[in-house]
């Protein structure tokens, strides 16, 4: 069934809290099936996706290329396992596909690639969302498109030069048609981020943009920002979203280390369960 809130509908909060819970429960699988991965991030941003993929984005899965779909671009390509999750809730991959995550000459690699179905652009190299983000809009404009770019990117990529050069191109091409997600989990690769990056939301503002700040694992709020950022008025929109790294299942929370988490087999059971008794 084609997915198309334009003009978006009233929400429905249980089926978009029921959508988050189950890509929860799908990366749990795909990260017990390898036993490790980007598994914090990707329960991270989990209502994140579900609130733009079942509510916000104008899309259609039957027509992956249909040139006025709303893009979402997954800047950090390291999450990939959510981006996967997310794709088959939607229809875009097959759910049998997801066991692939990470083999070699799976379609699905570790690091998205724009060669699966329904990636906008190659992750990996991070610092690069937001500049092709702001090339699309300005491009799909001159085109007579109405589509939107939503743009996530990370707190890491904060420290890159090559996002605020992006972020200060999107406001000099007063592109409204851009949302950025930002991702504040608080963590990069080895601990916590370390350059000055604070604070985020004042910072955006400063550059041009409608910014607002929420908790990115409280659908209410994600919602409502949604909805705020479609305002056209020549200035594009950020979300700078505050999320748990784990968030749902309480074991992974308290991890010191969650950039990439190894578990032993025997302990996903476990993990499993603590997700299921989370939901509520
Ligand atoms: C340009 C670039 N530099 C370094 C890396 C290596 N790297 C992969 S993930 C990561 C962490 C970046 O921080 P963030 O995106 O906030 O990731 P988190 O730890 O929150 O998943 C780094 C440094 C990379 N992929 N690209
Ligand atoms: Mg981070």
Redesign the pocket.
């Known amino acids: 069934m084609p997915i198309s809130n334009h003009p978006p509908s009233e929400p429905d909060m249980t089926a978009l809290r029921t959508h988050a819970h189950n890509l929860r429960r799908t990366m749990m699988a795909m990260a017990s099936g390898k036993g490790e991965g ?1 598994i ?2 990707g329960l991270a941003i989990a209502d994140c996706l579900a609130a733009i993929y079942f509510y916000e984005l104008r899309h259609d899965p039957a027509r992956p290329d249909w040139s006025d779909r709303d893009r979402f671009l997954l ?5 990939s396992i959510a981006m996967y999750a997310v794709l088959a809730e939607a229809g875009y991959l097959a759910k049998e596909e997801l066991p692939s995550y990470g083999l070699n000459g799976s379609s699905l690699p570790m ?1 998205t690639f724009d060669e699966t179905v329904g990636v906008e652009i190659v ?6 969302g937001l500049g092709q983000a702001v090339g699309m809009a300005v491009g799909l404009r001159l085109d007579g498109s109405s589509a939107r770019i939503f743009c996530e ?8 030069g090559s996002t605020w050069e992006a972020a200060m191109g999107a406001s000099t091409f007063k592109c409204d048609n851009v949302v950025a997600l930002v ?8 601990g916590p ?1 370390t350059v000055a990056i604070e604070p985020v939301a004042d910072k955006l503002t400063a550059f041009g943009w409608d910014t607002v700040e929420i908790n990115g694992n409280d659908m209410d709020a994600l919602v409502a920002a949604l909805a705020g950022a479609r305002e056209k008025n020549e200035r594009p929109k950020a979300i700078v979203m505050r999320t748990t ?1 784990g968030f749902g299942v309480p074991t992974l929370v308290s991890r010191e280390r ?3 988490v190894r578990v032993r087999d025997d302990e996903w059971d476990f993990l499993k369960e603590e997700l299921e008794k989370e939901y509520v």
Do not use: K, M, R, W
């Open positions: 980007y914090a991030q800047s950090t390509g390291h999450y690091s992750g990996g190299s991070l610092g690069h990117f990370s707190d890491g990529e904060l420290q890159e991702d504040c989990n608080g963590i990069q690769a080895d981020v790294p969650a950039h990439f």
